[in-house]
């Protein structure tokens, strides 16, 4: 058994045995386990550094969905895919592959700080040398990506509207840009009617990784 193996197989084993202690602390929108969340973070961590996960639910009363990710980095797709190959079935919970696209799609997403509603952001969908590049657009768009939560928040919405597996393997990169005072002038559309146009346009790259500028 290769180490990669050994420690997906320890991660089931571990949240197995805990299972009913972490759904036991299940609150209104999410889990008031943060130690036992911290040990699965950890397990993860062994089997691939860039291995995330997060919780989901559709009703107060159906299953949780326990989704895996990787972050955006694609030579990690594999692990996630391999992490959720291996899951048990196991009452009360669900096990999934990365963020699905939602409908409706969010009108905004809430950082805590700040409210960032989708209408504020453009962008664009370039089919450029047989790639797809997507850009963003929008006011006082930041230096340094990390520092500012609109960027998060436009991830988040990009997941929505494509879903995150189709968005690293479809889009070849991802730039950020200040927004125009005409946004139209420049060709630009809002970031609500993205789906539409990479619907239209993906199945004419072959699937890549990501580069985010």
Same mark, same amino acid.
């Given at each position: 058994?290769?180490?990669?193996?050994?420690?997906?197989?320890?991660?089931?084993?571990?949240?197995?045995?805990?299972?009913?202690?972490?759904?036991?602390?299940?609150?209104?929108?999410?889990?008031?386990? %943060?130690?036992?969340?911290?040990?699965?973070?950890?397990?993860?961590?062994?089997?691939?550094?860039?291995?995330?996960?997060?919780?989901?639910?559709?009703?107060?009363?159906?299953?949780?969905?326990?989704?895996?990710?990787?972050?955006?980095?694609? %030579?990690?797709?594999?692990?996630?895919?391999?992490?959720?190959?291996?899951?048990?079935?196991?009452?009360?919970?669900?096990?999934?592959?990365?963020?699905?696209?939602?409908?409706?799609?969010?009108?905004?997403?809430?950082?805590?700080?700040?409210?960032?509603?989708?209408?504020?952001?453009?962008?664009?969908?370039?089919?450029?040398?047989?790639?797809?590049?997507?850009?963003?657009?929008?006011?006082?768009?930041?230096?340094?990506?990390?520092?500012?939560?609109?960027?998060?928040?436009?991830?988040?919405?990009?997941?929505?509207?494509?879903?995150?597996?189709?968005?690293?393997?479809?889009?070849?990169?991802?730039?950020?840009?200040?927004?125009?005072?005409?946004?139209?002038?420049?060709?630009?559309?809002?970031?609500?009617?993205?789906?539409?146009?990479?619907?239209?346009?993906?199945?004419?790259?072959?699937?890549?990784?990501?580069?985010?500028?």
């Amino acid at each position: 058994m290769s180490n990669d193996s050994k420690h997906i197989e320890a991660f089931w084993q571990q949240l197995e045995q805990t299972l009913d202690q972490l759904l036991g602390t299940r609150g209104d929108m999410q889990f008031e386990a %943060e130690s036992l969340l911290s040990a699965y973070r950890d397990s993860l961590q062994k089997i691939d550094r860039n291995l995330t996960f997060h919780f989901e639910r559709e009703t107060d009363e159906g299953p949780v969905d326990m989704v895996f990710g990787c972050d955006g980095y694609p %030579e990690s797709i594999h692990a996630v895919l391999s992490v959720v190959g291996a899951a048990p079935e196991l009452s009360g919970i669900n096990f999934r592959a990365f963020n699905n696209r939602y409908d409706p799609v969010p009108a905004f997403v809430n950082m805590g700080e700040e409210l960032c509603e989708i209408d504020e952001f453009w962008c664009s969908l370039r089919l450029i040398g047989g790639k797809l590049q997507l850009a963003i657009y929008m006011t006082d768009a930041p230096d340094i990506l990390e520092m500012d939560p609109r960027v998060e928040a436009v991830m988040i919405l990009l997941d929505a509207l494509v879903g995150e597996y189709e968005l690293m393997t479809r889009i070849w990169s991802l730039d950020w840009y200040e927004l125009p005072a005409e946004p139209l002038d420049y060709g630009l559309m809002p970031l609500s009617e993205l789906r539409h146009a990479f619907d239209r346009m993906k199945d004419q790259v072959q699937p890549v990784g990501i580069t985010i500028h």
